[in-house]
């Protein structure tokens, strides 16, 4: 067991707290480091019932001395709250005593204290009312405090602030209604040159025509009129002679039309002529190559009936019968030969 020493544990207080601590528990601490020195020699005996009885002792004497030193600790304890009692008390007196006085004191010192502070809030309520004036909150200012100088510097700051964005928002409330004005201007110029768009300039469809002046716009007018009018001329002299050259074209359509069914006719004509001519050529030659053949036939037909009486005659004068069938057989041939040619 290390040594016990209580030095340190008592080193913060009061001296006559301190001596008065280490003198209650000195004895105790000074059997238990004695017993604390003897238990190793005990502890280093062989085992036996003279170790276990010295053991026992020695365990005795130790808790004598451990319950003696909370008796102590008690006792030290009872007396420091019996101190820490009359101390309270003493205090509380002293409280009682004095409160009105302090509270009296303190109602003098807060009265000036809350005179400044309703003076500080009439100050703040009057200067955040001031800066509503320019759209600038300032509930979340310390303005009551603020040193006047500090004030005016603040407050001529916050005005031309403020003066500077109403003088840009009136500006482009101004060039807002400016530029819907030339837009309104532009649809409307427009609508009204639309008959007239193919005439006006590239660079001129490009840009917003609403900022032209009257006089400028005036003339960009005059010049597509202008330019307008001598088209329309332009196309009225085209128009004229594309008339003057359908009549005409229709003329010696109709002119070609009328040679061509004169052409045809007469072509017709001379057609039909050449044909009724070439049939009376080919009917007379028809007629006469008839007669001819009649001619020729007569002739032919004479020469057979002569033949076909010569073997009538000669038939009487074959005996055999197949002599007599080869004439009856020439007879019937020449007879069908003359039945054609008729």
Known sequence: ??????????????????NLIVKTFAPVIEQLNKLGNEFPEIKALETS???????????IDFGKALTLADKKRAELKEDSLKESKAIQNVYNKIKELTADTKAEALEIELHYERLEEEKKKTLAAERILELSKYDTDGTTMDLGNMADEVWDNFVIGIKANSEAVKEAERKAESDRIEIERINNLHTERKNSILHLWNYVDLNVQEKNLGI??????????????ELDKKEKAKQAKIKAENERLRVENEKANKKMLADKKRADDKLKAEREAKLK?????????????KLEESKKSASDIEKLSIVEDHLIDQITTVKSV??????????ICILNAIKKLK
């Open 322 to 331: 197949i002599a007599k069938d080869g004439i009856r057989e020439a007879q």
């Open 49 to 59: 019932t003279e170790k276990s009885a010295k053991a026992k002792r020695f365990r």
């Open 1 to 18: 067991m290390n040594e016990i020493k209580i030095i340190q544990e008592v080193e913060s207080l009061k001296l006559a707290k301190k």
């Open 212 to 225: 032209f002046s009257e006089s400028a716009w005036k003339t960009i007018v005059d010049q597509l009129e």
């Open 277 to 289: 001519l070439e049939k009376e050529i080919a009917d007379k030659k028809a007629e006469d190559l």
